[in-house]
């Protein structure tokens, strides 16, 4: 046993240091041998980015070279560099975690199908909380719709007749039932289950958790669909007079009102990832609205008929939008290209009176039209094909009998596997394995046993990270970015003797002198001093200009003879410096255009042939 001690070198006294071998040293001191199990490792494995050292990391980040303030640079180098390497530690996460696909049902011989699994047969094969999420209430205020919070935990229906009515869905405890008497189209719970707005005939009102009306909305007007976006803290409502409101939440303002000038419209939803609404109109267009564009952004002819449901996946950043028309087609798009759909095919059941469409947080794609509901995965429908066939089902449920029609909602409860319908006849809840999200994130406010001190802080958390209206874009990565620096540069006319950089982009040089540089100045224009340009001393003293002297040089009309006759000396005199300058930017120009086209058609750069140029050819030979 000592020699086998002494042989590892275990015991060494504490102020001896052992030598180490570093793998850039593959050659080792005369004292120690290297370990040739660990050598043989070493040469097979490597470390992952998390493990690895920060100082010895090599990180491709930009170095912001063109911006000349030094403390700004390495702010922005240091931010940049700090991105970069969470971008690595996240691709290196994603390498090591398990990547199949867990939780979706598998079956054990290959020609058996998951679609003919019933709900009986997952209940049976589901543990018993899983099996409490198959659920049948019958109701008589249909046709129903559905909508979850955040967490999946609280659920509230809306009937067409004026049945509200919210409810625990772990505990089964009824929060409020409300009977008002008139149509109600729509319901959507604000940022939490303590307040729920309801799309009522006239105006849009708020509810909180007991019932009590809290606030009426005599802005949305006779309100059709309804969405919050909880990040922003607003209330955006969409109605037979065809314009897109923002309501402030937290405020109480009308951010927004978007004339949408395409008649009454009834699909409204969101991008989960950058809060962007689409809308689904009569004439089988679909548009992309933000509240600080008075147009849309995006403007879509998904089906040559009108919309029945649109909805937008949230598993890949909201990347695939599915469209359903009452033509009986449903297709599915790339909202990165909008060339043309994905995938397209028409309804088993025909489609009569328009599908509804859902996307799960794993990215399964209900679909429910007729008397049944048809489920799709994620693989089979965003693979791009052609001829207009039938993907592969992954499950399907029927309705009970045709009372049960029309079907009016569909909604997949967050972090479960549960997918709630509404019909005619009430609501029904069905087992989906695989649709809802294993994890959950508690300071995204996804804890189903959030109690109420938990509830108020994050409240709190999210008034004061309130992102503004003014930040929704398409790309929200374009927030917070810098723009590339411009190409085209021309001199200051700071003199030779300027510290600074005499290169500057023409599109921040002030006015006078882009005109200047242009050869647009006028003369006559107030404010442009007949001093020398290149003084800057002179330039930056204040000119004091007599109220007379000023009424005097104002000029009413464009055809005055003094404007005509300084505009004709004006063209007689030649800068060379604005020449120069005049110059370099076609230059620079031409320069952009040919390696664009260069990039976009891979031509070489060819000199103009002139007329001369076969008398030349026929001279040479």
Not at 176 to 183: I, P
Not at 266 to 274: E, F, I
Not at 364 to 372: D, Q
Request: charged share 25%; with cysteine.
């Amino acid at each position: 046993m000592d020699a086998l001690i002494a042989k590892a070198d275990a015991a060494q006294p504490l102020s001896n240091k052992r030598k180490r071998i570093h793998h850039s040293n593959p050659k080792p001191g005369p004292s120690r041998k290297p370990d040739k199990t660990s050598v043989s490792i070493i040469k097979n494995t490597s470390l992952p980015h998390s493990l690895r050292s920060r100082t010895n990391e090599t990180v491709d980040a930009p170095q912001y070279k063109h911006i000349a303030n030094p403390k700004l640079r390495r702010s922005l180098v240091k931010t940049s560099t700090h991105i970069a390497q969470s971008q690595a530690l996240l691709s290196d996460a994603v390498d090591l975690l398990p990547s199949e696909e867990a939780g979706f049902a598998q079956v054990e011989d290959p020609l058996e199908r998951t679609w003919r699994l019933s709900q009986a047969d997952i209940v049976k094969q589901a543990g018993g909380e899983a099996a409490r999420g198959r659920q049948e209430m019958k109701l008589d205020g249909g046709p129903y719709r559905v909508r979850y919070t955040k967490n999946g935990r609280h659920m509230a229906i809306v009937g067409r007749t004026g049945h509200v009515a919210s409810f625990d869905t772990l505990t089964g405890a009824v929060h409020s039932e409300l009977q008002l008497g008139e149509t109600c189209n729509d319901v959507v719970f604000l940022q939490d289950h303590s307040f729920y707005a309801v799309a009522q005939q006239k105006y849009a009102f708020i509810y909180d958790r007991d019932g009590v009306e809290i606030h009426k909305l005599k802005a949305h007007i006779s309100p059709m669909r309804l969405e919050f976006l909880p990040y922003h803290w607003l209330l955006a409502s969409v109605g037979s007079a065809g314009y897109l409101k923002y309501q402030d939440t937290s405020t109480g303002q009308l951010v927004a009102e978007h004339r949408t000038a395409l008649g009454a419209c009834s699909v409204l939803t969101q991008n989960p990832h950058n809060a962007v609404l689409y809308l689904g109109h009569q004439n089988g267009c679909v548009t992309l609205w933000t509240p600080n564009l008075p147009h849309p952004a995006v403007k879509v002819l998904a089906h040559l008929g009108p919309l029945s449901s649109v909805s937008v996946d949230p598993s890949e950043n909201g990347r695939y939008m599915a469209t359903a028309g009452k033509d009986g087609s449903v297709k599915v798009w790339d909202c990165r290209n909008w060339k043309g759909a994905v995938r397209e095919w028409t309804l088993r059941s025909g489609g009569k009176g328009g599908a509804e469409v859902e996307w799960s947080q794993k990215g399964l794609l209900a679909i429910g039209s007729g008397g049944s509901i048809n489920m799709y995965t994620s693989p089979s429908i965003k693979t791009p094909h052609h001829p207009s066939s039938q993907p592969p089902l992954y499950l399907t449920h029927p309705l009970p009998s045709a009372s049960h029609r029309p079907i009016t909602s569909l909604r997949f409860a967050p972090l479960q596997d549960i997918l709630t319908i509404g019909h005619a006849r009430g609501t029904s809840s069905i087992l989906v394995p695989g649709a809802g999200e294993g994890g959950m994130d508690t300071g995204e406010g996804l804890d189903l046993y959030e109690g109420v001190k938990g509830r108020r802080e994050r409240e709190v958390r999210g008034l004061l990270d309130k992102i503004q209206p003014d930040m929704i874009t398409l790309d929200p990565e374009l927030v917070g970015s810098l723009a590339p620096p411009s190409k085209l540069t021309t001199n200051t006319s700071g003199g030779s003797g300027s510290s600074r950089a005499a290169e500057i982009p023409f599109a921040r040089l002030p006015r006078a002198e882009r005109l200047r540089v242009s050869g647009k100045a006028d003369l006559t224009e107030e404010g442009v001093s007949d001093a020398d340009p290149g003084d800057a001393s002179d330039s930056t003293k204040p000119q004091v200009v007599n109220k007379e002297e000023k009424e005097k040089k104002k000029m009413r009309g464009k055809g005055k003879s003094l404007k005509r006759y300084l505009r004709k000396q004006r063209k007689n005199v030649i800068d060379p410096a604005a020449v120069a300058i005049r110059a370099k930017i076609e230059k620079q120009k031409a320069e952009r255009k040919a390696e664009i086209r260069k990039v976009k058609y891979g031509d070489e750069p060819q000199e103009k042939s002139s007329a001369l140029d076969r008398f030349r050819r026929t001279s040479k030979e």
